[in-house]
C-alpha cells in the first residue's frame, strides 16, 4: 500500500479510509497549503527528527478517571502509562490538549486524580469539557478547576507559534433527538474570534464530540459544526481535533483535516458494529493497542503539520 | 429450623408494611419498568395512568440522564443506579438523555 500517490486534488474517499487503518501504528500526516501528504511509516527516531523544529504539541482524550468497569478496571493506571510515555518523549512538546472526558462521573476525587497524573508530563495543558465533566449536581467542578479566563461553558483560543488554537464546547445544552451542540452564543464568538485574522495563519480548532457527522445514530457528530467550519472555510489551513468516539478516524475536506484521537481509558466499537456504541471490552492483551495519545508536529515554514498516533502498546 | 422461623416472622413483616402503604396509596396505582439497555430505552413507549410511577433502570457501562424538559430530570444514572417519577397528570411526556441525546422515549399517561 502506497500513500504517495495523494495529489493536489486530496486524497480520493478510498485513500483516506486506508490512511485511517494506518493511522494506528504511525503513519506521519503532513499538511502542505492545506492539502494533507501521508510521508509513509515512520519510527520514532523519524518522528523525533521531525519535531527538532517548530511547534510540537500533544493530545490526549477522554481519560475516563473514575471507570472501573471491564473495559477496563484500571483507566487510571492507563492514563499513568499515557503520562509515563509523554515523559519519555525525545523531545519535549510545547504543551499539551486534552479534548474533554476527563473524569468518569465529575467527581472532585477523580478530578484530583487526573490532575494528580497529568501534572506529571511538567506540560501545559489546554482543556475543553466532554459531557462526563459537566455531572456534578451544580455543574461548577469543571469551571472551577479548568475555566478561567474562558467564555461561556468554557470556549476560548490561543496563538501558540503563529498557530491559532481555538478550544470549543459541543457538550452542553443538547436537544431532544439531536446530536453535539456549540450553540447561538459560541458560534458568534467563533466568528468574532476570527474576524481580522489573516487567511494564512494555519487554525486548530479542538473539542469533545466530533465537528463533523461520524455516525449520527450513535450521536457521534455536532448539529451546528457545519457552521462553525463555515466560518473557517476561507483558511488555508484548519485541523480539527476531537475526541469522544476512543478510536483514531480521520477525514479530509478541502482545507480542512478532522482528525479523533483514541482514550487512555476504554475503545469505542467502530460506528455501527456493535449494538451501542458503550465500551468495548477486548482481551486483555489487546486493550493498549487501542488506547493511546496523538502528537500534532506544525513546522512554521513549510506549512506541514502531522498528526502521529501513538497507541500504548503494540 | 430457627433460620425458617426467622424467615416467616420477615416475611410477616413485610407483607404487614406492605398492607399499611397499599392502603394508604391509591389502588390502582402501579410501577412500570424502564430500563437502560445499550444506550436504549426498553420500552421506548409506555402507557400508564395518572398516579403511576414509571422506574427507570441504566443497565449499562456508562451513565445516563432521563431529561423530560420543563417536567423532570433526573441526576446522573450510573451503571445500576435507578430514577423514579410519579406522573401525576394525563399527558405526552417525551423524554431524553441529556447526555445522549439520540436517546429519546415517551410516557403516555391516561
Known amino acids: 500500500m502506497s500513500f504517495d500517490d495523494h495529489d493536489a486534488r486530496g486524497a480520493s474517499r ?46 490526549i482524550s477522554d481519560s475516563h478517571v473514575g471507570f472501573d468497569k471491564p473495559a ?3 483507566a487510571i493506571g492507563t492514563l499513568e502509562e ?19 472526558d476527563i473524569s468518569h462521573l465529575s467527581k ?27 455531572l456534578d449536581e451544580e455543574v461548577k467542578l469543571y469551571k472551577e478547576r479548568y475555566g478561567k479566563g474562558t467564555r461561556g461553558a468554557g470556549w476560548y483560543s490561543f496563538d501558540a507559534s503563529g498557530v491559532h488554537f481555538i478550544g470549543l464546547v459541543n457538550v452542553v445544552d443538547l436537544k431532544a433527538g439531536g446530536l453535539g451542540n456549540l450553540g ?36 457521534w457528530g455536532t448539529e451546528d459544526g457545519g457552521r462553525a467550519l463555515e466560518t473557517l472555510k476561507e483558511f488555508g489551513s484548519v485541523t480539527v481535533l476531537n475526541g469522544h468516539i476512543h478510536q483514531v478516524m480521520q477525514k479530509v475536506e478541502g482545507n480542512v483535516t478532522f482528525h479523533t484521537a483514541r482514550s487512555t481509558a476504554f475503545p469505542q466499537p467502530a460506528p455501527g458494529t456493535a ?20 502528537s500534532i508536529d506544525f513546522k512554521p515554514g513549510a506549512e506541514r503539520l502531522a498528526i502521529i498516533d501513538t497507541p500504548l502498546a503494540g | 429450623m430457627t433460620g425458617f422461623v426467622s424467615f416467616d416472622r420477615s416475611i410477616g413483616w413485610a407483607l404487614a408494611a406492605a398492607l ?13 419498568k424502564v430500563t437502560i439497555d445499550n444506550f436504549t430505552f426498553t420500552p421506548a413507549e409506555v402507557t400508564v395512568k395518572a398516579g403511576d410511577t414509571v422506574t427507570w433502570t441504566n443497565h449499562d457501562d456508562i451513565p445516563h440522564t432521563v431529561v423530560s424538559a420543563g417536567k423532570y430530570r433526573s441526576k446522573t444514572l450510573d451503571t445500576d443506579d435507578s430514577f423514579s417519577f410519579t406522573f401525576a397528570a394525563s399527558g405526552d411526556y417525551k423524554y431524553f438523555c441529556s447526555l445522549h441525546p439520540h436517546m429519546t422515549g415517551l410516557v403516555k399517561v391516561e
Request: glycine letters at 8%.
Open chain 1, 108 to 134: 472532585a476525587a477523580e478530578f484530583d486524580d487526573a490532575d494528580r497524573i497529568i501534572s506529571q508530563s511538567r506540560l501545559d495543558v489546554h482543556y475543553v469539557p466532554g459531557e462526563h465533566d459537566f
Open chain 1, 184 to 219: 447561538a452564543d459560541q458560534l458568534e464568538w467563533l466568528a468574532q474570534d476570527l474576524k481580522g485574522r489573516s487567511r494564512s495563519t494555519p487554525i486548530v480548532v479542538f473539542a469533545h464530540i466530533p465537528l463533523w457527522t461520524v455516525y449520527p445514530q450513535w450521536g
Open chain 1, 275 to 294: 449494538p451501542s456504541p458503550g465500551p468495548m471490552k477486548v482481551e486483555d492483551a489487546k486493550l493498549r493497542s487501542l488506547l493511546g495519545i496523538a
Open chain 1, 82 to 100: 499515557a503520562v509515563n510515555r509523554i515523559k519519555a518523549m525525545p523531545v519535549k512538546p510545547a504543551f499539551m490538549i486534552h479534548t474533554g
Open chain 1, 72 to 74: 477496563n478496571p484500571n
Open chain 2, 20 to 32: 399499611l402503604g397499599f392502603a394508604a396509596t391509591p389502588l390502582r396505582a402501579e410501577t412500570i
Open chain 1, 14 to 59: 478510498r485513500k483516506v479510509l486506508e490512511c485511517m487503518t494506518w493511522a494506528g501504528t504511525g503513519v506521519l500526516w503532513t499538511l502542505s497549503g492545506g492539502v494533507p501528504r501521508s510521508l509513509g511509516l515512520v519510527d520514532a527516531a523519524r518522528a523525533a527528527e521531525q519535531q527538532a523544529s517548530g511547534l510540537t504539541f500533544l493530545q
